[in-house]
């Protein structure tokens, strides 16, 4: 069964305290992996897809990577503003739907 | 703004009362999705809709829910006797080819 795995479930960092987050996956095919952004009570945005292994996809203090088995997002001197849900995903079944991690609640304090 | 839109944002209703929501997709996308999203999970997949055609539904998506798109554009996804259970954030979603999904604003349902 297609699968994806995220890992912490909840991280708490200091402004400027650089760290990563994991994501797992079990699919046969892999037809890309997805990384958004969630705000609470909002919708989930999008930020990148990697395609392959060894990708490396940035944007501002983001960046995703992917291997054969995980994607990691490393987040650099992150700031209060990157508090947020970071959900990852992957197209399954046919590719016409996404399955998503459970997600990593991100929590940065001054 | 170009994004994807949902209305209402907000609902609140009764056990047993029937309720409909709307998405409105980027206009170039031919793509619709709609998930449910519950506290401290990901979003799960409902439905997709290729132009005006339904060609997926989840084990989720029970009788009681229904969801069409006429015309090709917007979609509307209605609940039947709604549960307690139904309480979720309803997400709608819209591509073009390819695989990566846009994501409206969701519509928080509440059934007391």
């Known amino acids: 069964e297609d699968q994806v795995t995220q890992s912490p479930e909840a991280l708490r960092l200091q402004e400027g305290e650089s760290s990563s987050l994991n994501c797992s996956y079990t699919v046969s095919g892999l037809r890309g992996l997805f990384w958004y952004r969630q705000d609470p009570g909002k919708g989930p945005e999008f930020l990148f897809t990697?395609?392959?292994a060894g990708e490396e996809k940035e944007k501002e203090r983001l960046k995703a990577t992917l291997t054969k088995k995980e994607s990691f997002l490393h987040i650099t001197a992150p700031k209060p503003e990157d508090s947020a849900t970071y959900l990852c995903?992957?197209?399954?079944?046919?590719?016409?739907?996404?399955?998503f991690g459970t997600g990593t609640q991100l929590k940065v304090e001054l | 703004d170009t994004g994807v839109s949902q209305n209402p944002r907000h609902k609140i209703t009764k056990r047993g009362q029937n309720v409909t929501f709307r998405c409105d997709p980027i206009?170039?996308?031919?793509?619709l999705y709609w998930y449910r999203q519950t506290l401290g999970q990901g979003p799960e997949f409902l439905t997709y809709?290729?132009?005006?055609?339904?060609?997926?539904k989840s084990r989720l998506l029970s009788d009681r829910f229904s969801a069409e798109r006429p015309k090709g554009s917007f979609s509307t996804l209605e609940i039947q006797r709604t549960e307690q259970g139904d309480s979720a954030m309803y997400l709608c979603a819209s591509s073009t080819v390819g695989y990566e999904q846009y994501f409206g604003p969701g519509t928080r349902l509440t059934v007391t």
């Open positions: 809709f290729q132009n005006e055609a339904q060609l997926e």
């Open positions: 990697l395609y392959s």
């Open positions: 206009s170039e996308h031919n793509r």
């Open positions: 995903a992957a197209p399954t079944g046919g590719g016409n739907k996404l399955t």
